[in-house]
């Protein structure tokens, strides 16, 4: 599938029920279950809405060290009860390896992240999330979700401090 290609795709959309984990600032704590922040991100661009969660607690600590400095305020690690019916799982397909590509290098150039082609292909399938392979660890999973509704991501627990390494 080729970023600006007419050529109609067929995406496969699948259940999805659990426990996702996200690493976020403390004093950010009542936003566990709002979208990021930021304009660009591995799966969204153009204000399109993106939460990014993991599978695993320690996918979600693997997941954030690209983006640590060692001055970054307390962190917290939040479980999130996620409900939906329409996720594309990306890792099931041949290109499961160039949908968890750097993309920031690509950006910065002011070019469109390759990852997004892969996300602009689920939501216009209707995809509420995508769930996809870590990077630098491939036996972990991570899932984006692009719709937050309530009832689709809910907080699962109490959040607790978490500090890396």
């Known amino acids: 599938m080729k970023q600006g290609s007419t050529k109609k795709s067929t995406i496969e959309l699948s259940a999805f029920s659990g426990v996702v984990w996200r690493i976020m600032f403390a004093d950010q704590s009542k936003k566990a279950c709002e979208p990021v922040g930021s304009p660009l991100g591995r799966f969204h661009h153009s204000e399109q809405v993106a939460l990014y969660t993991?599978?695993?607690?320690?996918?979600?600590?693997?997941?954030?060290?690209?983006y640590l400095k060692s001055d970054d305020a307390e962190r917290i690690i939040v479980p999130l009860k996620v409900s939906a019916d329409r996720i594309y799982d990306v890792r099931k397909t041949d290109f499961s390896k160039s949908a968890s590509a750097v993309w920031q290098d690509v950006v910065e150039k002011g070019e469109s992240a390759p990852t997004w082609q892969y996300s602009d292909a689920?939501?216009?399938?209707?995809?509420?999330?995508?769930?996809?392979?870590?990077?630098s660890r491939p036996d972990l999973a991570h899932l984006v979700l692009f719709d937050v509704s309530f009832g689709i991501v809910e907080q699962a627990g109490d959040a607790k401090a978490w500090i890396s390494g």
């Open 54 to 66: 993991s599978c695993s607690e320690e996918g979600a600590s693997v997941a954030i060290q690209r």
């Open 122 to 135: 689920a939501r216009i399938a209707g995809a509420q999330g995508m769930l996809y392979a870590s990077r």
